[in-house]
């Protein structure tokens, strides 16, 4: 190894934990996709879809939970892989995660000038290109472009400054949330609800598909265990704890966003927003954006400190060039992994909107691969090191880490040729395909 996890920084208490893992979680997406999501599965079938979804991904989270309090080190799943698998599938496990979390980086970059569009209707200037039908504009790219900067800026000069922000904006979102869901009791409408269900099990299974992606976050915790300064047992009670969290705020938004918008409502670009303004007017909707624009903060934050965590640890494994392995002398931050991914988030907004749904879609698609490949994990370390000091030891763990096997194997044949819900051909099985190759080649000649 080139550096030792040992230099990073013991820093992150209880508040700071949770935060990152939730915040993480509960970003952007339930601002500009839950009226895609009702539409798809109806009031209902969108629930049904994320719980479809969160079953596997909580049984996927007790494993998480085990594992990191067991080994409370950087680079999480990279860790657990390579004691299992080896470095071969270590590689694969570690390089999907990374996917995950450069998408997640990438979907905040052009969040980020979408919901500017809120406040300031047709600030577009200086026509770029047209991508998928949508146009691509200088100062709507500016806008994501300069978000990355500020982000990575946050995250260069160290995880505490990070970790205050993100508990801060979490803050934020949890008020616009708040707001949203007592809107809806006061003034939802049973009506709006129907349907309960759109396009059978074929709408279910389009909002299952799209859900795992909205559950990344958690494992951020992993990621930074090294930086926790918690007993090792709560670390895998705060990972459980959010996971819970994230699937009853996602199924309070879209029954929310339901009963105060109708069906027309539905397309707008911001269905939540509109939903708000619906309950509490001009302000309400607001303060709605006001809480996505913190969702897109306290997203990125997590997903480039849990990214460029990942990718540190792959360098000083040398599965990547060991630039990327290097920690800042003053800050203690992996400073050159957090450029990297900053500077593919600056790019993002060139490719318009429509990038959103694409890395959406593959990006669940990698998360499912990674996770797997933990659920694996667990059940060869369970047998090949049984003495191994479990701090947050499961009851029945075998049983639970097979049904999370076959929870993820359930969940990836969602994205396959032949299913309703599968990934599109060419765009997101060439972003899925393009990332491994780039993997491939680095695997090559590492």
């Excluded at 694996?376 to 030891?393: D, N």
């Amino acid at each position: 190894m080139n550096q030792s996890g040992l230099d990073l920084k013991r820093v992150l208490n209880l508040k700071d934990t949770l935060a990152l893992a939730f915040g993480a979680m509960v970003g952007w997406s339930w601002v500009i996709l839950s009226g895609l999501w009702i539409g798809n599965g109806g009031s209902l079938g969108a629930v049904l879809g994320f719980v479809l979804a969160g079953v596997p991904i909580m049984l996927i989270g007790l494993l998480y939970a085990e594992l990191a309090a067991a080994m409370p080190v950087v680079g999480g799943e990279h860790e657990y892989s390579l004691r299992a698998l080896g470095y071969f599938g270590s590689f694969i496990c570690t390089w999907a995660i990374v996917f995950v979390y450069v998408s997640v980086c990438a979907f905040e970059a052009v969040a980020l000038p979408t919901v500017v569009e809120y406040w300031f209707p047709g600030y577009q200037a200086g026509f770029l290109w047209t991508i998928a039908g949508w146009d691509v504009y200088a100062s709507w790219v500016a806008v994501g472009a300069l978000g990355a900067v500020a982000v990575t800026v946050i995250n260069y000069i160290g995880v505490k400054s990070s970790a205050v922000v993100q508990s801060i904006v979490t803050l934020v979102v949890l008020a616009a949330g708040v707001m949203l869901m007592s809107g809806a009791l006061f003034e939802g409408s049973a009506a709006n609800l129907q349907p309960l269900f759109s396009n059978g099990m074929a709408g279910v299974f389009a909002v299952a598909v799209m859900a795992p992606f909205m559950f990344v976050g958690f494992d951020v915790i992993p990621q930074a265990a090294q930086e926790i300064k918690l007993p090792a047992r709560s670390i895998g009670r705060i990972l459980v704890g959010s996971i819970a969290m994230a699937l009853a705020w996602y199924a309070l938004v879209i029954l929310a966003v339901a009963a105060l918008l109708p069906a027309s409502g539905l397309d707008s670009k911001l269905a939540t927003a509109d939903a708000a303004t619906a309950g509490w007017g001009a302000a309400g909707g607001n303060l709605l954006v006001l809480g996505g624009v913190g969702g897109i903060i306290t997203s990125w934050n997590a997903f480039l400190v849990g990214g460029s965590r990942a990718v540190y640890a792959m360098a000083n494994h040398g599965m990547l060039p060991a630039w990327l392995g290097r920690l800042h002398p003053r800050y203690r931050t992996p400073s050159n992994a957090i450029l990297a991914i900053g500077l593919l988030s600056v790019g993002a907004p060139l490719f318009g909107r429509v990038l959103l749904v694409w890395i959406v879609d593959a990006g669940s698609f990698a998360v499912v691969i990674a996770y797997l490949l933990v659920a694996i994990s667990f059940l060869v370390l369970r047998k090949k090191q049984p003495e191994m000091e479990r701090p947050f030891r499961l009851r029945h763990g075998r049983l639970i880490g097979w049904l999370a096997v076959l929870g993820s194997l359930g969940l990836l044949a969602l994205y396959l040729p032949g299913s309703p819900s599968a990934l599109a051909w060419p765009i997101e099985w060439g972003l899925v395909v393009l990332w491994f190759v780039l993997g491939g080649i680095f695997y090559r000649f590492r």
